[in-house]
Nanobody
Framework: QVHLVESGGGSVEPGGSLTLSCVDS????????TAWFRQAPNKEREFVAA???????YYADSVKGRFTISRDNARKTVNLQMNSLKVEDTATYYC??????????????????WGQGTQVTVSS
């Protein structure tokens, strides 16, 4: 049963911004960490960012300084603010939840539950 739901995807020009949101069916996230991954056509799924409930954040080098992962306690969502978007950011973005150790927090193995994805397209 899918209980992670992403929203906020869309089409934007290079240099633009989007904010993705992930909600755990309206409940408080049950995992110890929530992450965003992405997968472009004909490419493997790759890590984007992760947020531990302790507040510690992790980012892929390709998005560091442009993307920000955060938690909105009032809305019970985990958000991904994406600025200065590039054509190469085009992908389906997935929210994931789990209890990853430090060694696998940047890998899909660290996450038990996944959303169905939201499409982000960056083009001129």
């Amino acid at each position: 049963q899918v209980h992670l739901v992403e929203s906020g995807g869309g089409s934007v020009e290079p240099g633009g911004s989007l904010t993705l949101s992930c909600v755990d069916s309206g409940r408080t996230f049950s995992g110890e960490a929530t992450a965003w991954f992405r997968q472009a056509p004909n490419k493997e799924r790759e890590f984007v960012a992760a947020l531990r409930w302790s507040g510690h954040t992790y980012y892929a080098d390709s998005v560091k300084g442009r993307f920000t992962i955060s938690r909105d306690n009032a809305r019970k969502t985990v958000n991904l603010q994406m600025n200065s978007l590039k054509v190469e950011d085009t992908a389906t973005y997935y929210c994931a939840e789990g209890h990853p150790s430090l060694g696998i927090i940047r890998t899909s193995r660290g996450y038990r539950d996944w959303g169905q994805g939201t499409q982000v397209t960056v083009s001129s």
